[in-house]
């Protein structure tokens, strides 16, 4: 199992299917669009959010979470770049990645 933890809380296991659904739950874009080929900035920001938890809190290799995004590996690792980037200077962005780690519990 892989387990991290939050500031007030023990342990969380993630798994794909919770992570779908705390991204749901935070930005109201529900796995089929996540996984769809959609641009818009809202999808592709609950994409980087995803790819980003899943890829630091799991031992799931990049093409298991291609596989599971409909994506290329490359893609998951081009979404773990941009996140790291906006998680110094986009205040929303950071926002909505607690909520949905905050979903996870």
């Known amino acids: 199992m892989n387990y991290f933890t939050i500031p007030g809380i023990l342990k969380v296991d993630i798994n794909p299917a919770n992570l779908f ?9 529900s796995k089929e669009v996540l996984c769809s080929p959609a641009r ?4 592709v920001e609950a994409r980087y959010i ?3 938890i899943i890829r630091k809190k799991t031992n799931l290799s990049l093409l298991e979470i291609g596989n599971l995004m409909n ?19 986009d ?6 990645y607690k909520k949905t780690l905050n979903q996870l519990c």
């Open 71 to 89: 994506k290329n590996h490359s893609s998951i690792i081009f979404y773990n770049k941009q996140m790291d980037w906006f998680i110094k200077s």
């Open 40 to 43: 818009q900035r809202p999808i």
């Open 91 to 96: 205040e929303k962005l950071i926002n909505l």
């Open 21 to 29: 659904k705390a991204v749901e739950k935070v930005t109201g874009i």
């Open 50 to 52: 995803f790819a980003y």
